[in-house]
């Protein structure tokens, strides 16, 4: 027996060897003391394991982070966050039956730890409580999501995000000015949260008021101005709200951030604003830098070909004309637009053939048609005019423009 064990053994002994004295209350066991002296010591190392399993789950090793919980349940079974570690992972995992019920676990030793006081319940861990509105969400159980988001915001009432957690799972209930009115009561109380601006920016958006959508990520971006995700989000809402220029300048800079860099759905949005404020050459600046360093769509081909129409670059046109039809030989787009190019060149023959393919590609529009009866009244053929004129009031039988043409043949 070593020195420190017949130290404990003696103060074991000792209460009951003196308990005639008055002073002492009562006769402790060896146990009692080994279990006094060992506690705080087991508590300190299920913590130390606890927090190497929380690092490993950052790291997403959850083989790891299961093995250190599991060795920290055996030492410590009653501590709450070692279970909430442990639902964690298995939410982690897709594990949602398993992991509601360790949750359940965890708040139960929590309360128990609590016992009965208002004042210490108060002050339990509102985390098992949101994970388990996350795995009722998932289960499209959103009432009850809601239900424990809210006891997590009562616990936590400094958190946010257990507030916009709410505001979720009031969209799919249909509730979206509940969410609105939910996040716009608390959002002079957190001034600092671009995260919650930025869900009243979704909210409104949902809704479609563009315009309350910009003011929120406006203020969002003023709070973190370097992040680009919440940049892009007020790009969208200006557009969608008519404010192309601005829309445009932001989009410029998140393009210009590394992430963001080459996200060809944003060099398309900039190039629509850029053509909505009438920045044209900066639209086809953009276009072009689109068609040369990715594989472009045919609709980056059309808008390119209509913006150098639209600027007399009929070469370009016609470049770009071609690459829509060697791209997607079903579309119209195309053919009438090189067509276009011909008739202006004065090659009847080209011009004739592009307006063709065209119209049967798209036996909706007039336009082709019209074209076409343009090309044979110019070279001398009236009534092969008239009747691609007539053709094309069978399509679109309001179309001022082959309505007016026909007269002109007619009078002839």
């Not at 309360?111 to 985390?127: H, I, K, M, R």
């Not at 809601?146 to 509730?175: I, Q, S």
């Not at 200006?238 to 080459?262: C, F, K, T, W, Y």
Request: aromatic share 6%; net charge negative; glycine share 4%.
């Amino acid at each position: 027996m070593n020195l420190t064990t017949r130290r404990l053994s003696l103060l074991a002994l000792a209460p009951c060897a003196l308990a005639g004295m008055t002073f002492l209350a009562g006769c402790q066991t060896w146990g009692q003391v080994k279990d006094e002296v060992a506690s705080p010591y087991l508590d300190l190392r299920s913590n130390l394991i606890l927090q190497m399993a929380e690092s490993h789950f950052e790291a997403g090793q959850l083989e790891i982070a299961q093995k250190h919980v599991n060795d920290a349940t055996k030492i410590d079974p009653t501590n709450p966050k070692l279970y909430l570690m442990d639902g964690r992972i298995a939410l982690e995992r897709g594990q949602l039956e398993r992991a509601m019920k360790l949750f359940e676990v965890s708040i139960q030793f929590d309360e128990q730890a609590a016992g009965d006081s208002e004042a210490a319940l108060a002050q339990t861990n509102p985390d098992p409580h949101h994970f388990q509105g996350v795995i009722y969400q998932r289960w499209q159980r959103y009432d009850e999501a809601l239900e424990a988001y809210g006891k997590a915001f009562a616990l936590e009432r400094d958190n946010p995000g257990h507030l916009m957690a709410m505001a979720g799972a009031l969209v799919p209930l249909e509730r979206t000015d509940e969410a609105i009115a939910l996040l716009e009561e608390q959002r002079t109380y957190f001034d600092q949260s671009s995260a919650l601006r930025a869900s009243l920016g979704h909210l409104y958006r949902l809704q479609g008021n563009h315009r309350k959508a910009v003011r929120a990520f406006e203020e969002a971006v003023t709070l973190q101005p370097e992040n680009a995700k919440l940049r892009e989000e007020l790009a969208l809402s200006q557009a969608a709200a008519g404010d192309h220029a601005d829309a445009a300048s932001n989009l410029r800079i998140v393009i210009e951030d590394p992430d963001s860099r080459d996200r060809l759905d944003l060099h398309r949005l900039l190039a629509q604003s850029q053509i909505a404020d009438g920045q044209i050459n900066a639209a086809r600046q953009t276009l072009i830098n689109l068609t040369r360093r990715y594989a472009a769509e045919p609709d980056d081909w059309v808008n390119l070909a209509k913006l150098a129409w639209r600027e007399k670059d009929y070469s370009a046109t016609l470049f770009a004309a071609h690459n829509v039809t060697q791209l997607a030989p079903d579309r119209p787009e195309g053919y009438l637009l090189a067509g276009m190019v011909w008739q202006h060149r004065g090659n009847d023959v080209n011009a004739l053939r592009m307006f063709d393919r065209a119209a049967e590609l798209d036996v909706d529009d007039a336009t082709p048609l019209v074209l076409r009866g343009v090309v044979l009244q110019r070279s001398g053929k009236p009534e092969a005019a008239a009747l691609a004129y007539r053709e094309a009031l069978q399509r679109q039988p309001a179309d001022p423009r082959a309505k007016r043409l026909l007269a002109s043949v007619e009078v002839q």
